[in-house]
């Protein structure tokens, strides 16, 4: 009599994990591919630079790591679709920008100057975060190149400068 029961649903039910998780499309996407490599490298070669005598460089492969993990979550939620305020491509491409310059440069520091094989295990995967960022910055700047050629203007939102500076009475 006073059971509650919750009505039976035939949907599956999707677990918390699947729904942190990036969408099937999303991950099957050139910057979903990219930035699940960017995560998993930062990760591999924030590993082997804990565990390597080159300690002080895992400073970066953390930040990477946790930068890239919020714009997989950001991209691939549409969370960045919520929050028109900031420039998201600009904000990725300084990001990627800065991460392939400074990988570049540790990695060259932990292959050339430390001799134990984490350091050049961390080393050979700071290069190929290197190459990953790079190329992910140089797509990025290509589709801001080609956005700006076609005038800056997006088919959302019309240009209204006419009407911001016509007059009405002139008519």
């Known amino acids: 009599m006073g059971d509650i029961e919750a009505p039976e649903s035939n949907r599956p039910r999707q677990t918390v994990l699947m729904s942190v998780l990036p969408s099937k499309e999303f991950a099957t996407s050139r910057k979903g591919m990219l930035l699940i490599a960017e ?43 919520r929050f028109k305020g900031f420039l998201w491509p600009l904000m990725d491409f300084m990001r990627c920008v800065t991460a392939s310059i400074i990988y570049f440069i540790i990695s060259i520091m932990a292959v050339s100057k430390y001799a134990d094989g984490s350091s050049k295990a961390a080393g050979i995967f700071g290069f190929i975060a290197t190459i990953v960022f790079a190329l992910d910055f140089y797509l990025i700047f290509n589709e801001l190149a080609t956005f700006l050629k076609q005038g800056g203007e997006s088919t959302e939102e019309p240009s209204r400068q006419q009407d911001e500076y016509s007059d009405s009475d002139s008519d």
Request: hydrophobic fraction near 70%; include cysteine; glycine fraction near 0%.
């Open 39 to 81: 995560v998993v490298l930062s990760f591999v070669s924030f590993v082997c630079f804990a565990a390597s005598a080159a300690a002080a460089f895992v400073t970066v492969p953390l930040l990477e790591f946790l930068a890239a993990l919020f714009l997989l979550f950001a991209y691939s939620t549409k969370f960045n679709e």
